[in-house]
């Protein structure tokens, strides 16, 4: 299974878009967005893409109950400090913004999820912590240049995908 992973975004749905579709285009066919989406238009975004989608607030989405209902209407599964994608064998990718740390914590140490992804730092990283893998894809917006990441679960790889 191929999940494309996106964050940061703050409302720049152009730049959501290009990820939406660069990740589809490598074969995901899962989109998960780890926080701080920064408008409905960025949940239209999600919604359209040929995709299942997840998203999660972050600390910049100051209305996470409107972002919750325009979720809704959009198709977007939405959390509004974690949400969980099934992946294959019973097993599950736990999705959380993490700017509140007690809760990323709490995911890792469950042992419950294979991987957990966040966002925040704006920074990509992808390492083991136990036998669970934390994945950041890095941000879409105020980076200096956007990025996303592609988990491949059934090769157990991440590819960070950075925008030229």
């Given at each position: 299974m191929k999940i494309g992973i996106v964050s940061d975004s703050h409302?720049?749905?152009?730049?959501?878009?290009?990820?939406?579709?660069?990740?589809?285009?490598?074969?995901?066919?899962?989109?998960?967005?780890?926080?701080?989406?920064?408008?409905?238009?960025?949940?239209?975004?999600?919604?359209?893409?040929?995709?299942?989608?997840?998203?999660?607030?972050?600390?910049?989405?100051?209305?996470?109950?409107?972002?919750?209902?325009h979720a809704g209407q959009c198709g977007v599964r939405f959390g509004r400090d974690s949400v969980v994608v099934l992946l294959d064998q019973g097993r599950y990718l736990a999705v959380t913004h993490g700017n509140k740390p007690q809760i990323l914590q709490g995911l890792i140490d469950s042992g419950d999820y294979p991987y957990v992804c966040c966002g925040h730092t704006h920074e990509p990283a992808d390492q083991r912590v136990g036998g669970v893998r934390v994945i950041n894809p890095g941000a879409l917006d105020r980076s200096g240049r956007p990025s996303a990441a592609l988990l491949d679960t059934a090769a157990d790889t991440v590819e960070h995908v950075r925008r030229d």
């Open positions: 409302g720049n749905a152009p730049a959501l878009r290009w990820a939406v579709d660069e990740l589809l285009r490598r074969g995901a066919t899962v989109i998960v967005h780890c926080g701080d989406l920064g408008s409905g238009e960025c949940l239209d975004v999600l919604g359209a893409a040929a995709a299942d989608a997840y998203a999660v607030a972050g600390n910049m989405d100051f209305s996470p109950r409107s972002l919750e209902d």
